[in-house]
């Protein structure tokens, strides 16, 4: 059965995507899983937010007590990775995307102390980060992203025709952007043993298409919808 996954949370149920309440409410509506994002700042702690910039600087130069200083005035909490973590762990898998390289340990780390193999996933667009995740444990699932923005064509090709960067970078599976997706690119994809995450999907009839077209599973802001639309297809092929 294709898994809905709540894109940043619930995120258009809660007030602010990418927080401990957005996670809760995923939990809350049954989604089988949860997507939310990772990057550092610059005192090295973890966060989960989802731009490179937050209150016109780039976090990798905020420390995350001035992050917190600036989401408190507009009243909201950014979690630390390792609270988020806490508030899954058991209730909820995590799909979670790295946003950039250079902190996979610290990451890896905090997911061994609370966390079963089978909790969670890693992912991301870069394809050093995805390969060192698998160098320090091999046993991490993980998976690449696809869809960049402002890429040439010859990148794009490798977009569409991944399998060789798939290999390169040690992935279990492949998640691309909802424009990539046909049946016969997922075909492609389910004959070389990857599964398919496609995103973002917030259409009741592009649900419908993609949960025709088999992917594995179906990242979206409205995992209510997701769940029901998902239900309603199945009930109506068992009928």
């Not at 209510?224 to 639309?229: A, E, N, S």
């Amino acid at each position: 059965m294709t898994k809905i996954i709540a894109h940043r949370g619930a995120s258009q149920l809660a007030k602010h995507e990418n927080t401990l309440e957005a996670f809760q409410l995923a939990i809350d509506i049954n989604a089988d899983m949860v997507e939310f994002d990772v990057r550092c700042t610059s005192d090295r702690k973890l966060v989960v937010f989802h731009d490179s910039t937050f209150a016109d600087q780039p976090i990798a130069y905020q420390t995350y007590r001035e992050m917190e200083e600036h989401a408190a005035a507009e009243g909201f909490h950014i979690p630390m990775f390792e609270d988020v973590v806490k508030l899954c762990r058991g209730r909820i898998f995590m799909d979670i995307e790295v946003k950039a390289p250079g902190f996979e340990k610290e990451m890896i780390d905090i997911l061994h102390k609370y966390c079963s193999y089978e909790e969670y996933s890693i992912k991301s667009f870069e394809d050093p980060a995805v390969y060192h995740i698998k160098q320090i444990d091999p046993k991490i699932k993980t998976g690449l992203l696809l869809g960049k923005s402002h890429v040439g064509v010859a990148f794009r090709f490798k977009e569409i025709f991944p399998v060789r960067r798939l290999r390169q970078a040690k992935c279990d599976f492949v998640a691309p952007i909802y424009p990539y997706i046909s049946r016969l690119y997922v075909y492609r994809m389910h004959r070389h043993n990857y599964p398919v995450q496609v995103w973002t999907v917030n259409k009741e009839k592009q649900i419908q298409k993609y949960l025709k077209y088999k992917v594995d599973a179906i990242i979206t802001d409205k995992p209510d919808l997701g769940l029901v639309v998902r239900k309603r297809f199945y009930r109506a092929r068992c009928s």
